[in-house]
């Protein structure tokens, strides 16, 4: 059976390609929303538009910078030294059972989770209110905080397994 690491590796990779796509995207929206505004003076319709992408691009930055930022505080709350077993969450040694599975699979949904977030944020700035853009980025938010929160529970079910020696 492949390590842990083995499996998370490329999840981690696809998450660090997918997060820097996605403050790419939203500061090139951000960019576009500023210009547009600030140039459409006589179309209502367009400076709503240029409005809503500013806006929505910079809530898509602070979301994306936010969910990384809670994510990492909350894995280091929860791997705190002397409570879990050394190397926790993707690699602790010496374990056996079921544990390795519930990092490894932890791990690969928490950086899965995070890439769809973010780019599914940098998505739902960009496109227009009914738009398919728009309708994909708010599924991938969705999927995103889904796969979070489930690797949240593989944290919890994780902890619990080491602490019971499972």
Do not use: H
Not at 144 to 150: K, S
């Amino acid at each position: 059976m492949p390590s842990v690491s083995d499996l998370v590796d490329p999840a981690f990779r696809l998450f660090t390609v997918a997060e820097v796509t996605a403050r790419y995207l939203a500061l090139i929206f951000l960019v576009v929303g500023i210009l547009g505004f600030f140039t459409t003076k006589t179309n209502s319709r367009r400076s709503i538009r240029y409005r809503g992408m500013m806006v929505g691009a910079a809530a898509a930055l602070v979301a994306i910078l936010g969910m990384n930022a809670f994510y990492d505080l909350v894995a280091f709350i929860m791997g705190g030294t002397g409570f879990l077993p050394s190397g926790w969450p993707y690699g602790a040694s010496g374990t056996s059972g079921l544990l390795p599975i519930a990092q490894a699979a932890s791990g690969m949904l928490s950086y899965l989770g995070l890439a769809c977030f973010s780019l599914g944020a940098a998505l739902w700035a960009g496109g227009s209110r009914y738009g398919r853009t728009s309708t994909r980025g708010y599924r991938g938010v969705t999927w995103g905080l889904v796969m979070i929160g489930v690797s949240m529970g593989g944290i919890l079910f994780s902890a619990i397994a080491g602490i019971y020696g499972l």
